[in-house]
């Protein structure tokens, strides 16, 4: 995960920034599709090392027919295999995915906890995957870092950090207390859509100016 190594931005600029992205996405969602936090745990821990759209291909199918650990843990481990067997490491993800669902029906009366060692108890479930659950079925100011996120935080100086856990600090530091909530989303988007890997679309990037990312990519020809 090497980055470019810029200057943590002030505060002014953190601020502009965030405000920016609030104008131009005021309430922005996760990409994964769930029906109810039981769903979006499980989503979120097949989302591992794949993408939210093959998830949510394999998902859809999977939760009409097992939206509660009981149900879930009713299909079996194979029965669970066959519904997502094109996501990438499926055959461990199966055997996470009915481990957790019975850990839930002994240890949490069926429900998705809400705190974050809890949930960490669970099989396939890391600081990540708690930190989506947390934020996006709790409301909880939580800031889950991807690769998305790690590279935008480096590049634009915002909370630069060599590895997950110290950008996730750093971010927590700096993003203010409005803009908790939804910056974990306007992060990942970001880096998914706009700030990309290999060319990040630099010319269409509502927060340019306060960016230490050099050189910035130029529009294409006719833009």
Known sequence: MAQQKVKPLPTADV??????FAAANPEPKGELEYVNPFTLLVAVVLSAQATDAGVNKATRG????????EKMVALGVDGIEQRIKTIGLFRNKAKNVFALSQQLIENFDSKVPEDREALESLPGVGRKTANVVLNIAFSQPTIAVDTHLFRVANRTGLAPGSNP????????????????????????LHGRY???????ECWRCVIREWCRFEPKTPAPKGR
């Open 62 to 69: 999977l939760f009409q027919l097992a939206d509660t650990p």
């Open 15 to 20: 601020e502009a920034i965030f405000g920016a």
């Open 165 to 188: 856990l110290a950008v996730e600090r750093g971010l927590l530091k700096v993003v203010p207390d409005q803009y908790l909530l939804h910056a974990h989303h306007w992060l990942i």
């Open 194 to 200: 706009v700030c990309k890997a290999r060319k990040p």
